[in-house]
T-cell receptor, first 113, second 111 residues
Framework: DAGVTQSPTHLIKTRGQQVTLRCSPK?????VSWYQQALGQGPQFIFQ???????QRGNFPDRFSGHQFPNYSSELNVNALLLGDSALYLC????????????FGPGTRLTVT | TQLLEQSPQFLSIQEGENLTVYCNSS?????LQWYRQEPGEGPVLLVT?????EVKKLKRLTFQFGDARKDSSLHITAAQPGDTGLYLC???????????FGKGTKLSVIP
């Protein structure tokens, strides 16, 4: 039973560039959430996708956008990268009726120089 | 914005010792979860508690949800080096899909 997978594992970008991160949910899950984890901090909620729509959003600017595909996989896009966007980006999946339980992928480490 | 405060922030103990870490908030939560995260990896779910006063055991780990559903504790008995990691509590409020995380307790168990 495949868990949550994310790609790429590491990424280095320059300020002002754009980046796309990808996530495949755990088998049987239909809901995907994205989190940003800065060094030494707990993860912070960016947004959640269900039925291909953004269902809830955290306190992140519009530079952060996402998409969910019919197969439930998801992408996180960040435009106009800032140095402060350097972080571990985590994807979590869940089965909607059991929304308490979220299962995390290994994350994508983004470094902005 | 709901805030979760975890204490202590850092904990270094010898193998075989017992320890307790705490997660507190001024808000009431509909559920609370504990995760363990190792460097460079995503958090791994340990337990979910939803009922005030609930106690759950997972081998040497005991989790408790406060009666008022505002706080929780994680107790580890006879800690082992394999317990080393960052312990995170996370909670969601009624009607919210967002998980709010604490900053975590970084545990080191020395052999």
């Amino acid at each position: 039973d495949a868990g949550v997978t994310q790609s790429p594992t590491h990424l280095i970008k320059t300020r002002g560039q754009q980046v796309t991160l990808r996530c495949s949910p755990k088998s049987g899950h239909d809901t995907v959430s994205w989190y940003q984890q800065a060094l030494g901090q707990g993860p912070q909620f960016i947004f959640q996708y269900y039925e291909e729509e953004e269902r809830q959003r955290g306190n992140f600017p519009d530079r952060f956008s996402g998409h969910q595909f019919p197969n439930y996989s998801s992408e996180l896009n960040v435009n106009a990268l800032l140095l402060g966007d350097s972080a571990l980006y985590l994807c979590a999946s869940s089965f909607n009726p059991g929304r308490y339980e979220q299962y995390f992928g290994p994350g994508t480490r983004l470094t902005v120089t | 914005t709901q805030l979760l405060e975890q204490s202590p922030q850092f904990l270094s103990i010898q193998e075989g010792e017992n320890l307790t870490v705490y997660c507190n908030s001024s808000s009431v939560f509909s559920s609370l979860q504990w995760y363990r995260q190792e460097p460079g990896e995503g958090p791994v779910l340990l337990v979910t508690v939803v009922t005030g006063g609930e106690v759950k055991k997972l081998k040497r780990l005991t989790f408790q949800f406060g009666d008022a559903r505002k706080d929780s504790s994680l107790h580890i008995t006879a800690a082992q080096p394999g317990d080393t990691g960052l312990y995170l509590c996370a909670a969601s409020g009624a009607g919210s899909y967002q998980l709010t995380f604490g900053k975590g307790t970084k545990l080191s168990v020395i052999p």
